[in-house]
């Protein structure tokens, strides 16, 4: 090797390749990248060298923590074990597949129903006669929105600009209070007379459950509806208090009381919200298209969520009465656990057939622009978190109509937050005691119980680090898998069943008087 010769370098590990001076490269070596050049035969040397010892590369040259140690200096992805794990949940239900089909055979029939002729015409009725509550509500508004407009009138002529007198003030209390009272008891009978409906004369818990559910969406209406009108009411008559310069701007384009008319509110009964607002955001043009994929979702994954659960959930329900019967714990925590899975799946198809493709449909038709339905729930860090990220449309209507009043009257954060969860905990009650004809205060507990577990798990949430929130996300899907929905599942079917199934006729049997001997 002469002085003419040049060496390059490819990699740190050492690999080397020699180029001639004449620009020619043996075939043998690999392509180099990066040239050192030096005048006294060092540079070459040490290519030689790389090249000719290659049991001495240096492998072990800085300090590193292992991948998975906590002073790692960048986390690693867990793409791959969440594959796997996908894997592993894909062949462990594949194995529960065949072995129920083993076991039970075919549960699916497409002609075993017990639909009543009398649920689907009640059912039927009662959808078409529970909104008129809401247009109900609407004379209400409208006797008082004309009201408004006389006062309004009055205080104009006298002053222009004026703030209304204390007489004025005063009937204007007095017509609230009565709207008010004419508003609860519109609200209340909605909700009570349609529930009585419900409870003695629907049979079938399917449409006893979708009729209750259309009861409170509407009772939740009326409610939204009357208190914003109330105050968009009270700044229509403070305008020089400064009243209307704190409404949203996007109200201007509908301002009170313009807004009370029957095409405004017969958009909010139809627009997938339960808070009202005189004017929402609009999408442009409908995508049919996109309307019938999300209706399509709907169709198959309400197939799906009764596949599984007449196959599946069905059978460990029944094989669970004896064990509840006899009070065997140890079995009671076995078939909650294998509850778990399968509820899990139909609660997240449900939750994907609503959130995702119902009300994104129905928000399509109705250029609904808000689609903001639910946030990133599952990567909850306690239970506090899930419930403002899970269901937005109920969140903002508990926030808006029940918090924060409450708070504007001074109650601190930690009482409103009770008397939130005290409301919720009532309409879950009547949304599951009533279809079930069992009013037993689980759902009712199941809501109370979240307060401490919220209070607990909100320590997780402010912890710095990802432990906290591990912690914390962790905490919420035990309490959610095991301890919510299948237990109170497991609790309403062996009321049911008590009530007027097997359970029941087997109590019926035991408590017959012995025949003669």
Not at 192 to 214: D, Q
Not at 288 to 296: D, H, Q, S
């Amino acid at each position: 090797m002469d002085s003419a010769t040049t060496t390059s370098v490819e990699t740190p590990a050492g690999t080397a390749s020699l180029r001639r001076a004449d620009g020619t490269r043996d075939s043998k070596d690999p392509p180099s990248t990066t040239t050192t050049t030096n005048g006294n035969g060092h540079g070459e040397k040490k290519s030689f060298a790389i090249k000719k010892y290659r049991h001495v590369t240096a492998v072990h040259s800085q300090s590193r923590p292992s991948t998975l140690s906590h002073d790692a200096t960048a986390p690693p992805s867990f793409l791959g074990f969440r594959n796997l794990m996908v894997i592993v949940l894909v062949v462990g239900n594949l194995r529960l597949v065949i072995e129920n089909m083993q076991k039970y055979g075919n549960l699916i029939c497409l002609t075993c129903h017990d639909f009543r002729r009398q649920d689907v015409i009640l059912g039927l009725l009662l959808y078409i006669l529970v909104p008129c509550h809401l247009f109900i509500a609407y004379s209400f508004e409208w006797y008082a929105a004309k009201q408004a407009r006389i006062s309004r009138a009055q205080s104009v002529s006298k002053g222009g600009s004026t703030s209304p007198t204390e007489d004025q003030q005063a009937k204007f209390e007095t017509t609230w209070r009565s709207i008010r009272t004419a508003h609860l008891l519109n609200a209340t009978l909605a909700l009570a007379v349609h529930s009585w409906v419900v409870y003695f004369h629907i049979f079938h818990p399917l449409i006893g459950t979708i009729t209750e559910m259309h009861v409170i969406i509407v009772y939740m209406k009326v409610v939204s509806y009357a208190l914003t009108n109330r105050d968009l009411r009270h700044a229509y008559l403070h305008p020089v208090k400064g009243e209307l310069a704190i409404l949203p701007e996007l109200y201007a384009q509908c301002p009170y009381p313009q807004n009370i008319t029957m095409g405004n509110l017969t958009y909010f009964w139809w627009a997938p919200t339960l808070v009202y607002q005189p004017v929402y955001p609009r999408s442009g043009d409908i995508r049919w298209i996109f309307v019938l994929k999300r209706l399509g979702e709907v169709v198959c994954l309400s197939v799906f969520i009764w596949f599984c659960s007449a196959q599946y959930a069905a059978p460990v329900l029944w094989n669970s009465l004896d064990k509840i019967d006899h009070l065997d714990l140890v079995s009671i925590v076995e078939r909650l656990m294998k509850l778990s899975t399968i509820s899990l799946i139909i609660w997240l198809a449900g939750f994907f057939a609503l959130f995702q493709s119902a009300l994104n449909a129905l928000a399509e038709i109705m250029r609904f622009g808000d689609r903001a339905f639910y946030d990133d729930w599952w990567n909850s860090a306690g239970l506090g978190e899930y419930w403002r990220l899970w269901n937005k449309p109920v969140y903002q209507f508990m926030k808006r109509h029940i918090f924060s009043p409450l708070i504007g009257r001074g109650w601190n954060m930690r009482s409103a937050s009770v008397a939130v969860f005290f409301v919720s905990a009532v309409l879950h009650e009547l949304l599951v005691g009533i279809p079930t004809k069992n009013i037993i205060g689980v759902a009712f507990m199941g809501m109370i119980v979240q307060i401490p577990l919220i209070w607990i798990t909100r320590v997780f949430e402010k912890m710095k680090g990802p432990n906290g929130h591990l912690i914390g996300n962790c905490i919420f899907w035990v309490s959610f898998t095991i301890l919510g929905q299948p237990f109170a599942a497991l609790v309403y079917f062996y009321a049911w069943q008590a009530k007027y199934g097997s359970v029941a006729k087997k109590m019926a049997l035991n408590q017959m008087p012995p025949g003669p001997n």
